[in-house]
């Protein structure tokens, strides 16, 4: 959503009001997440129906939008120049994410498995935000 630098600049210009800013970043994110995948849920069970299996890989590939909101905490290692637990998060989640893709290719299993690794690299990142924040 390009929140990124703008988050960091309120949150170093008001340090006072971090929590409030990263608050409402997060709920903002949510939100917006929430209603496109909702527009996406709409749009599958339209084009594609509800009992399709193309329905099932647009559930799980676009939950992948909700478990983004997780990156707001990247905001707040980078704004006390930690970001070497984000970046170290992002590089294991990638490394593990294309390795498994490509044994998926190598097996020739289908379009399923590759749309829950990118699931999973998700669900391990905010798992990961959340580990370091806690």
Request: hydrophobic share 50%.
């Amino acid at each position: 959503m390009g929140l990124s630098g703008l988050i960091v600049r309120e949150i170093v210009k008001k340090p006072d009001e971090r929590g409030l800013v990263l608050g409402t970043t997060f709920i903002l994110k949510l939100v917006g997440m929430s209603v496109g995948y909702v527009g996406l849920l709409i749009y599958g069970s339209i084009h594609e129906g509800i009992n399709s299996i193309e329905f099932l890989l647009i559930v799980i590939a676009g939950s992948t939008l909700i478990l983004s909101c997780f990156d707001v905490i990247d905001y707040w290692f980078q704004l006390f120049v930690q970001s070497k637990y984000v970046s170290l998060a992002n590089l294991v989640g990638l490394s593990v994410s294309s390795v498994t893709k490509l044994l998926f290719m190598f097996f020739g299993l289908s379009l399923t498995f590759f749309i829950s690794a990118n699931f999973f690299k998700q669900l391990h990142l905010a798992q990961f935000y959340y580990s370091f924040t806690y």
